[in-house]
């Protein structure tokens, strides 16, 4: 009989506690878009007011006008990043531009400005890698014509040798 009596006290505890643990939407709305918007997680944010949207009644919930707020907290976020990114990427630190889109696109993966930012990035990168690539094929041709040129005067002056032409030959087949 005891064993019955706990066992009741125990589940009626528990239907206590969880029902304690429900919160009002309300406040919890307020509180939990707050806190993620203190986090600058703005996609979670949005997903918390569009949620509360669907569940609750309008009358209670201002929610139009915090999915506003959100909506421009969001904007002023994302051309932050996108000068910032800038910035970074024209002093050549393409690491940290990269960085920022991928940090801003994991708090708001469904912005279109930013991924058209990160894509524009990826671009220029390109571009840049590309100039760099021919700039190292121009310097590699210009040191291989100054050595051409100092080995075909080294033969000038020791015509003699054997190790000359051959080497001069193969420097030759190289630069070709």
């Keep these: 009989m005891r064993l019955i009596a706990w066992l009741c006290g125990m589940l009626v505890l528990s239907q206590l506690a969880g029902c304690a643990s429900l919160v009002t939407s309300h406040g919890d709305v307020n509180e939990r878009v707050d806190r993620l918007l203190d986090q600058q997680e703005y996609g979670k944010a949005l997903a918390v007011v569009r949620d509360a949207r669907a569940t609750s ?41 990269f960085e920022l889109y991928r940090d801003a696109l994991s708090r708001l993966p ?24 021919m700039d190292r094929l121009i310097a590699k041709g210009e040191w291989t014509l100054k050595d051409l040129e100092i ?22 087949a190289h630069a070709d």
């Design 110 to 133: 469904n912005s279109a400005l930013l991924r058209q930012g990160e894509q524009e990035l990826v671009e220029r990168h390109a571009k840049y890698a590309a100039m760099l690539d």
């Design 151 to 172: 080995s075909r005067l080294a033969e000038a002056k020791n015509p003699s040798s054997w190790l000359g032409p051959y080497s001069l030959k193969r420097k030759i």
């Design 57 to 97: 009644p309008p009358a209670i919930v201002n929610l139009q006008e915090m999915e506003q707020r959100i909506q421009a907290q969001v904007a002023i976020y994302e051309q932050q990043v996108i000068t910032r990114a800038e910035s970074a990427a024209v002093v050549g630190e393409w690491g940290a531009a």
